[in-house]
């Protein structure tokens, strides 16, 4: 690797670690002064609140890797041009697709981070984030959720299992019911469905086994007050950040298998998939902007000023081009949601249009 490049990339590194954890810094202390008021009348230590604050950092991290990377490469690559470095490597002979090949290497393990960060530090430090939340609000609600099962303790001290929970219908599927005395399991009770129904579940197709009497009893209906309402599970439960893509996948196949599609997971899976990319594009963009990949393009645009004012309009084009991405992906993601477009393609729409474009200004870049 030539030392311009070593250079380029150093200062490149150094001001993406500023932006990135700087800003996103800023974004978790708003967070927990927006938290304050629900956090306070605990009084909760503040190695918790400082915790707090550091967990949340990567989920702001994950959205601001892309502007932190395209306003990085612009300020790099401008810096350069103003010194007329660009120029006395041309002067030299350079090749600039070929100074510029590092970039592209990076941008791609840019794409790995933000796909690694999403599927296995934010799991985590959501589901941490969840339990020092308990652990400030002092409450514990003992409730687990893997793939769609969850797992609780009801009101009457029984261990409740339920093999598929469908939060949009407030219906449980394959509920088993465990009692125990002070020895062993003394009851169980199995239901096909439960439907809640205001102020308590309703199990149907109940079967019933007395363990210590040896009896098994089969009723059509049963109202069981113990369970806690779907609200629990709703509020600090369903929370898609907490699974990674092959959970989603196979909580989607339970679904399915179930009877039931959820439009918004399938566009939730897609999605993990197409953000990340982000990334990359953003980087070749700020690239191309830096360095005349726009320069057919401003010359259309404005032929007397493009090469005196190009890196200003290199800037805010570069800026204008981060929100209407942001917008883009938002509009397409709603719209598959609401079924208006299939789920599956909603999140690749603007990735795929903003590939096209990256692309295509990278290889204007003049050599």
């Not at 070593?6 to 993406?16: A, G, I, N, Q, V």
């Not at 960060?117 to 339990?131: C, F």
Request: proline share 5%.
């Amino acid at each position: 690797m030539l030392i311009v490049q070593k250079l380029y990339l150093k200062d490149f590194l150094r001001s993406l670690a500023l932006l990135c954890i700087g800003i996103s810094l800023v974004f978790s202390i708003i967070g927990l002064i927006d938290k304050v008021d629900d956090f306070m009348p605990h009084r909760p230590p503040a190695g918790l609140l400082l915790l707090y604050t550091v967990l949340t950092i990567p989920k702001y991290l994950q959205y601001l890797i892309a502007m932190a990377t395209l306003l990085s490469s612009l300020f790099v690559f401008s810096q350069a041009i103003k010194r007329k470095e660009i120029v006395a490597i041309k002067a030299a002979s350079g090749r600039m697709k070929s100074i510029l090949m590092p970039f592209v290497s990076l941008g791609v393990l840019l794409t790995l981070t933000g796909f690694l960060l999403g599927e296995v530090v934010i799991p985590a430090t959501s589901k941490k984030i969840r339990e020092v939340k308990g652990r400030i609000t002092k409450s514990k609600k003992g409730v687990t959720f893997k793939e769609g099962t969850l797992y609780m303790r009801a009101r009457d001290g029984s261990i409740v299992r339920i093999g598929l929970y469908l939060p949009d219908l407030n219906l449980s599927k394959e509920v088993s019911i465990f009692k125990f005395d002070a020895e062993a399991l003394k009851e169980r009770i199995n239901a096909e469905t439960a439907l809640w129904e205001g102020n308590s579940w309703k199990l149907r197709k109940v079967t019933v086994y007395d363990i210590a009497e040896g009896k098994t009893t089969s009723l059509p209906e049963l109202v069981y007050p113990h369970i806690e309402s779907p609200k629990i599970f709703q509020e600090d439960l369903w929370e898609v950040s907490e699974m990674n893509i092959v959970e989603l996948v196979q909580y989607q196949n339970r679904l399915n298998e179930a009877g039931f599609k959820n439009v918004k997971l399938t566009v939730d899976i897609s999605s993990r998939l197409s953000y990340p990319l982000i990334n990359l594009f953003m980087l070749l963009l700020g690239i191309s902007l830096s360095m005349g990949g726009e320069q057919q393009m401003f010359q259309k645009l404005l032929p007397q000023k493009s090469q005196t004012h190009g890196g200003i309009i290199a800037a805010g084009l570069g800026l204008f081009i981060s929100l209407v991405y942001w917008f883009g992906y938002s509009l397409f993601l709603s719209l598959g949601y609401a079924g208006a477009i299939p789920p599956f393609l909603a999140p690749w729409i603007i990735p795929f249009v903003f590939a096209g474009l990256s692309v295509y200004l990278y290889r204007q870049i003049p050599e």
